[in-house]
């Protein structure tokens, strides 16, 4: 069964949002948005939504499938995760850490629209 863990709503100054391990040491500075909407590197991802200029993005943390999932998978990717799983804005406005969520792990983000997500859905897999 699907539990959400978190949920908020950000104004991303840069209109992204960073999926990590707590202990990553992934590079995402080599990221070119215009080629790709997502970027991975070493247990860590990077993803482009909606500018913060153009209004909030929902963010959800779930460990499971949602019931209701997003249409779109933006990134499914394997992490082995040693630190924890953190969720945050290069901007720092919102850092969130799942410090239980450990282990080799399935990270799918899903979302609203391909290009500019309004909405996205980060699932974990439940399983270790």
Known sequence: ??????????ESQFGVIVVRDSE????LSDWN?????????RNAAIFAVTPGVDGPVRCELW????TE??????????????????????AGLINVHAFWIRGDREIL???DDLNWPERVQI??????
Not at 2 to 10: D, L, R, S, T, V
């Open 1 to 10: 069964m699907a539990k959400m863990h978190a949920a908020f709503e950000i």
């Open 123 to 128: 699932v974990v897999d439940p399983s270790e």
């Open 24 to 27: 990553s040491d992934g590079d």
């Open 109 to 111: 983000v899903l979302a």
């Open 63 to 66: 460990q499971g499938m949602p």
């Open 69 to 90: 999932p997003m249409q779109h998978v933006i990134l499914r990717e394997r992490f082995n995760i040693a630190g924890g799983l953190e969720i945050e804005d290069p």
């Open 33 to 41: 948005p215009n080629e790709r909407r997502s970027y991975v590197d």
